[in-house]
Each structure stands twice: as C-alpha cells, then as structure tokens.
C-alpha cells in the first residue's frame, strides 16, 4: 500500500470510529507495523490533522474534522455505484472488497445531498456467470503483473489435457462471464492467453521479466480475434 494511501485510510478509520483505535489494530487492518502507524500519525498531526493519542487507550480524531467534499454529479455517483457493484461478477474477492472500501469512503465525503443519492440508487446489477478461480489467487496475479514477476501454473485446456508453463503475465482482460490472462508462454515461445478458472495451480516467482514497451504493443497487437481464441 502507498504511504499516501494508507494515511488517508487512517483518517478515514479514525472518524468511523466510535471510540479511540489503538496502534496496533491500525496496523493490523492495514497490514503494516505499530512503528509505521507511530510514524504516520506523527506526519498527520504535523500536518494538522486533529488526531489525539493516549498510550493505553488509542488514537481519536477531533470531532469536526472533515476533508474538502468531492463535488460529483448524480451521474458521476450513479456510475460509481454500478461499477462497484460490477465487481462481484469478476469473482476476485480482493477487489470486491476494494470496491466496497471505495463507497464507503465516498459516502462518507459527499455533501449530504449526493450521498442520498448515492444510498437510494436504484440500479442494480447481476451477478454474471463467470466460474470462480480456484488455482489462482487472482490478487497475487494482479501484483504479478504490476511487479513483473514470472509466474508457474499448471494449465487444462478445453480438450482436459494438463500443461505446466512458466509466464510472463502482462495483463487480464474481463469478459461477462470468464477473466483471461494475457501472458508471454516460455514453453510456447509466444503470446497465449489463459482462463484463470482453468488454472489448476499457481505460484509467483521470485525471478522478474523486462517490461518494456515492446511487450505489451506485441500482446495488444495480436487483436481481440487472437485474444478470443481463449474463450
């Protein structure tokens, strides 16, 4: 996580809260050390955010806080809410907690007016049909791709036959009803594309691929005919 983010995370855990949160569950819900929420919450208040801390008891923001409302349309809320509830159809827990994160930190910013729109929208989405990922933990394949790090998996086609290939994965693309990956195949020596809910097992290694721009002009070259081949 971004030290920006996590700071704004901070704030908007603190004024959640209805009483005093201490160091060390901060850093628990945000997957970090007791030593960096100390140091994050040092730069807050140096920063004159209103955080009050007694040892023992925990950290309270200043009642009256607030950071500058985000000036949305009800348009701009409306396509908010549905492509959070989108997420669920990918079938990527990880994410669909994001998303959830996401309205919750919007509607705690918006003018009164806008998050009474944003909680009475009525436009709803269906759950799709895409089969869940079970050899593949798509979060870890999402930082694979950040982190250009390689990747092993075992693979059955369509036909059940099993392969086992070490890839470049270099980006996903979500359908309705299946998420395929966009690799660099070093069995193949080519671009292959794999559905994650074939995907029978996964590991990130440790060894890194080069990204250059290359790369992903070849994969994206190969056209939506070559990707849908996958499909």
């Not at 009256?64 to 159809?89: N, Y």
């Not at 929208?121 to 593949?136: D, E, L």
């Not at 080519?190 to 990130?204: L, Q």
């Amino acid at each position: 996580m971004r030290r920006a983010d996590r700071l704004f995370d901070i704030i908007q855990i603190l004024r959640t809260a209805k009483r005093p949160v201490t160091a060390a569950a901060l850093a628990e819900t945000l997957e970090c050390t007791p030593r960096t929420i100390y140091r994050d919450v040092a730069t807050l208040q140096a920063r004159r955010v209103p955080i009050d801390g007694e040892a023992g008891v925990g950290y309270a923001l200043r009642r009256g806080f607030d950071l500058p409302p985000l000036m949305f349309t009800t348009e701009e809320v409306e396509a908010i809410v549905l492509g959070a509830r989108m997420i669920p159809r990918l079938r990527d827990a990880k994410l669909q907690r994001a998303a959830e994160s996401v309205l919750d930190k919007v509607t705690v910013v918006l003018p009164e007016r806008l998050r009474a729109e944003l909680a009475s929208t009525r436009f709803y989405v269906s759950g799709g049909s895409a089969r869940p990922a079970k050899g593949i933990d798509l979060g870890a394949l999402r930082g694979a791709i950040r982190d250009n790090r390689k990747m092993r998996i075992a693979y059955v086609d369509e036909k059940g036959r099993r392969t086992r290939r070490t890839i470049w994965p270099i980006a996903m693309a979500y359908y309705v009803d299946v998420t395929v990956i966009g690799a660099w195949c070093e069995l193949r020596k080519d671009y292959r594309h794999f559905r994650v809910e074939r995907v029978a097992s996964s590991t990130v290694l440790d060894e890194q691929f080069v990204s250059d721009p290359e790369l992903l002009r070849g994969w994206m070259a190969l056209g939506k005919e070559r990707m849908e081949e996958a499909l």
